[in-house]
């Protein structure tokens, strides 16, 4: 049977607004109040984006800083930071928050188009990025979008620049990205188990095929991102909170016979040792 699911709650990301969905938190504090309300309903992971006070995307560290502060004070989650920020961040900016030594930090593997704007990920980056997390013992969470990005993963494992096993987030749907069908999700998961590549996984799916594909990952052994960040609706018409959202993986994952994931479960998958 399948290890236990680690869910991920993305609870705001840098693309949607409070005025497309007013259940979005912005502040640290309603950041950190949503992710523990989530860990309580079965999350483990909380991926962290930062906003102004006026919603705007945000790297300043010390936003990064009290969320992570007010998150541990009260349960013990994964932290996991964002270096994608937001499209026009500086490689700087978007490096910064890992000198608070999260547990784990997204590692977005390459560069495309992005709705009407370019997320930039120079493959120097790519490798800067890595060897930072690694001297600091954060554990990346490898971002693929696109096939070339499964190039990627291997020519990071075999150069050394991150430790076997990876943990792989599918992200798919996003334009212009590969498409969110389950096609997609299985070709690249076989991809990687081809490479010989030893990983875990989980997938994301932005909007209405969030849930599909989080049901697919469920069926097919892998770990569930859901949240906000990704989609903001919990079915047509209807906008969704992040603990919604957490919740129906729970519910579903149950029904169909699989464990959520304890917090020391988690960890030890991931090899997630502090
Ligand atoms: N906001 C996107 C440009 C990540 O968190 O690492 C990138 C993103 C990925 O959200
Ligand atoms: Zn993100």
Redesign the pocket.
Known sequence: MFEPLVITVALV???VSKEKNPNLPITCKEIARQAIECYNLGATIA?I?VREEDGT?SSKVEYFQEVKELIEKEVPMIIQF??????GMTEEERMEPLKLKPHMA?L?LGSMN?GDEV?LNTKSYIEKLALKMKELGIKPEL?VYDLGMLEMVEYLVRNGYVDEPVHVDFVLGVKWGAPANIETLIFMVNDLRRRGIKFTWSAAAIGKHQLAINVASILLGGFVRTGL?DNIYYKKGVLATNQELVKRIVNLSNELGRPIATIEQAKLILGIRR
């Open positions: 990301g840098a693309e991926h984006h995307p964002t270096t994608g920020g937001a499209v997204t977005n992005f997320f971002e960040e």
